[in-house]
Each structure stands twice: as structure tokens, then as C-alpha cells.
């Protein structure tokens, strides 16, 4: 493995992992407020273009940089980019009364993301 390459390649998946943070933020924030369709859509929006984001960035890391570190960081991103998506499938459905749990926020990978 190319350690100049892994090194790239954690970096990357931290910046997809604070795309989608940035996304549930969003979330968290129109969770307070009033449930109008205007904030409905802003958060679809929101999350969608994270998940689309993160995920350009994960297909792109090349296997020269895939060791044991990035592939367990990597499982702990895209964990973190499934619980977005069910999350952003309950607004969609208007069934915003699924909690936000912070416990499931960092992915039992002991912060490797």
C-alpha cells in the first residue's frame, strides 16, 4: 500500500463524513422548527446532495490506497451515510417523529472517522 496514497485517501472519507454531518445538522436544526413543506424539501435537499457527494468521494479512493485503516473508516462512513438515508426516507414519508439518536453518531469505531 501506498502510505502517501492512504493517507489521501483518510482524509477523503474525513471530508465525506463531514458532508453528511453537515447534512444531519440541517436536519437536526428544521427537527425544532415548524414541519412546512419549504423545510421538507430544504432537508431532502440537503441530504440528498451529501449522500451524493459522499459517496463520488468514496468511489473515488483507489485500491493502491485501501488498507486495513481506510477500509474500517471507510465501513464507518458509509454506516454513517445508511442512518442519513433512512432518516432522510422518514421525512420523506412526513414521519418525522423518528429521533435523531446521537448514540448512533460515531459508528463503534472508536472516532476512527
Do not use: C, F
Not at 12 to 29: E, N, T
Not at 56 to 82: C, G, H, K, S, W
Not at 86 to 97: E, P
Request: a neutral charge.
Amino acid at each position: 500500500m501506498n502510505p502517501k496514497r492512504t493517507g489521501e485517501a483518510l482524509r477523503d472519507l474525513q471530508l465525506a463524513r463531514s458532508k453528511l454531518r453537515k447534512a444531519r445538522d440541517v436536519m437536526r436544526q428544521a427537527r425544532g422548527g415548524a414541519r412546512s413543506d419549504r423545510m421538507r424539501a430544504i432537508v431532502l435537499e440537503a441530504g440528498w446532495s451529501a449522500l451524493r457527494e459522499a459517496h463520488a468521494i468514496l468511489a473515488a479512493i483507489p485500491l493502491e490506497a485501501a488498507d486495513e485503516d481506510v477500509m474500517t473508516r471507510q465501513l464507518a462512513v458509509e454506516r454513517y451515510a445508511t442512518s442519513l438515508l433512512v432518516r432522510l426516507r422518514r421525512v420523506l414519508r412526513n414521519d418525522w417523529k423518528g429521533g435523531d439518536d446521537e448514540s448512533d453518531d460515531e459508528d463503534g469505531d472508536d472516532g476512527a472517522a
